[in-house]
C-alpha cells in the first residue's frame, strides 16, 4: 500500500459522537486526500491537502473537516458523526511526476460505522 | 455534468478465459485515464495510465485502449486467473484545474471461477 497506513481501520460509534480518522504516510509526498466509497457510488472526494496547512474541499465535504500539520500526517475529523457517514473511508497520496501526473496511491481504508 | 460509467456491473468468467471491461465517459477537457484494481477489503492499486496521445496500455495480462474521439476505453483481461475477481475501476482526469479533480467510475466486479 505505498507506504500509506490508516488508523483505526475499524471503528464502531453512536450518533453524535466525534471521531478522528488518521493517515500516515512515509512517501514524502506533497499531495493528501481523504475520499469515502459507498455501495452504488464511486469513490468520492471529501477533501484533499496540497501541502502543510493548506486544505480544500472536495465534492462531498459537509460534516467534516480535515487538518494537515505534518508533511506525513492528514487527520480526517467528524465532528458529530451521523448514521449516512457510515462508509469506508481511503486515503491517498499523490506527486507530481512528468507523465504521471496526478497518479494516487491509496492506503487500506477505514471501516466506520455510526450507529 | 463530468461523468465515467462502466459496464457490466458485474461479470462471472471461469478461469483461462479473456474478458473485456469498458468504460465511456464525458469528462471535458481530459487529462488522462487510469484504470484501478480493488481487491476486497483493500485499497485500489493502480493498472494502467493512459494521457489522450496513448491508444494502448498493456500491464501484463492487462491491456488497456482508449479512444479519445469517441470517449471510451476497455481493460482486456487475458487467459483469466483467480486473482482477477476483484473490482476494477475506471478513473478519469480533467486537465488542468487542482489535484482533486479525479471522476471514479462506480467500478465493473469480476469473478474468475475456477
Known amino acids: 500500500d505505498a507506504g500509506i497506513t490508516q488508523s483505526p481501520r475499524h471503528k464502531v460509534t453512536e450518533t453524535g459522537t466525534p471521531v478522528t480518522l488518521r493517515c500516515h504516510q512515509t512517501?514524502?509526498?506533497?499531495?493528501m486526500y481523504w475520499y469515502r466509497q459507498d455501495p452504488g457510488h464511486g469513490l468520492r472526494l471529501i477533501h484533499y491537502s496540497y501541502g502543510v496547512k493548506d486544505t480544500d474541499k472536495g465534492e462531498v465535504s459537509d460534516g467534516y473537516s480535515v487538518s494537515r500539520s505534518k508533511t506525513e500526517d492528514f487527520l480526517l475529523t467528524l465532528e458529530s458523526a451521523t448514521s449516512s457517514q457510515t462508509s469506508v473511508y481511503f486515503c491517498a497520496i499523490s506527486e507530481k511526476r512528468e507523465g504521471r501526473d496526478n497518479e494516487q496511491f491509496f492506503g487500506p481504508g477505514t471501516r466506520l460505522t455510526v450507529l | 455534468k463530468n461523468q465515467v460509467e462502466q459496464s457490466p456491473q458485474s461479470l462471472i468468467i471461469l478461469e483461462g478465459k479473456n474478458c473485456t471491461l469498458q468504460?465511456?465517459?464525458?469528462?471535458?477537457?481530459?487529462?488522462?485515464l487510469r484504470w484501478y484494481k480493488q481487491d476486497t477489503g483493500r485499497g485500489p492499486v493502480s493498472l494502467t495510465i493512459m494521457t489522450f496521445s496513448e491508444n494502448t496500455k498493456s500491464n501484463g495480462r492487462y491491456t488497456a485502449t482508449l479512444d479519445a474521439d469517441t470517449k471510451q476505453s476497455s481493460l482486456h483481461i487475458t487467459a483469466s486467473q483467480l486473482s482477477d475477481s476483484a473490482s476494477y475501476i475506471c478513473?478519469?482526469?480533467?486537465?488542468?484545474?487542482?489535484?482533486?479533480?479525479?471522476?471514479f467510475g462506480k467500478g465493473t466486479k469480476l469473478s474468475v471461477k475456477p
Open positions: 468504460c465511456n465517459y464525458t469528462v471535458s477537457p481530459f487529462s488522462n
Open positions: 478513473v478519469v482526469s480533467g486537465q488542468g484545474g487542482s489535484q482533486g479533480n479525479l471522476i
Open positions: 512517501e514524502n509526498h506533497r499531495y
